[in-house]
Structures are given as C-alpha cells and as structure tokens.
C-alpha cells in the first residue's frame, strides 16, 4: 500500500512560483500512474497533470498547459508539480494521487495524499 504525502503549499502573491512535492512511500509497481488535482470548496476535485511512474511520460489538463510541469525523482520516490506566473484563481487545495489507471478522473486514483493548501493573493 502506498502513502503520499503532499507538501510545500502556502501564502503567495499574485505572479509568484511554486514548488509542491509528493513522497510516496511503499511498493510502487511498474506502471504505476501519479497526478495532481487540486479541489476548492464546493467544487470536484481538478484534474491537472499525470505521470507514469517507471517510463515518466506526461499528460496535462489544456488548465495546466504551460504554467504547470510535473516531474518525479525516481530515486526519491518523489512527484514535483512546479507552477508558474500563479494567479487568485490557483488558490486551492493541491492533492497528488495515484493509481493504475491512465485517466484524468479522480475515481481512477485508489490512493491520496492529504492535500496542502495554495492562497495566491492578489
């Protein structure tokens, strides 16, 4: 069973940068798929970016498409999504996940982390 926890969210302003990282923690298998969605209140969970854990090809929501990049260190079991130019409207809660199944949809990820918070103040 894996564990993911997510980190490095805080207070930003409104053109700033930004690091997130997720360590997973246990077996991960060879096709083993992570991602990052972010949820604000009353609202479904976001789809932004998936990887492919062992081959690390990538795919990206058109909302993440050139300000997002995600990436992982294999060796330390870690899941990156780097963030550009942030905006108000980026203020979420950011979750990573993972799972089997190659998709954009929450219900395909069985694991979650449990989220770090991202305030981009204007």
């Known amino acids: 069973q894996v564990q993911l926890t997510e980190s490095g969210g805080g207070l930003l302003q409104v053109g700033a940068s930004l690091r997130l990282s997720c360590k997973a923690d246990?077996?991960?298998?060879?096709?083993?798929?992570m991602a990052w969605f972010r949820q604000t209140p009353g609202k479904e969970r976001e789809f932004l970016a998936r990887?492919?854990?062992?081959?690390?090809?990538?795919f990206y929501a058109d909302s993440a498409k050139g300000r997002f990049t995600i990436s992982r260190d294999k060796g330390e079991f870690i899941m990156y999504l780097d963030m550009i130019n942030l905006r108000p409207e980026d203020t979420a809660v950011y979750y990573c996940?993972?799972?089997?199944?190659?998709?954009?949809?929450?219900?395909?990820?069985?694991?979650w982390g449990q989220g770090t918070q991202v305030t981009v103040s204007s």
């Open positions: 996940a993972g799972g089997g199944s190659w998709a954009s949809t929450s219900s395909a990820y069985t694991t």
């Open positions: 246990g077996w991960m298998y060879d096709r083993y798929i």
């Open positions: 990887l492919r854990w062992t081959r690390g090809d990538t």
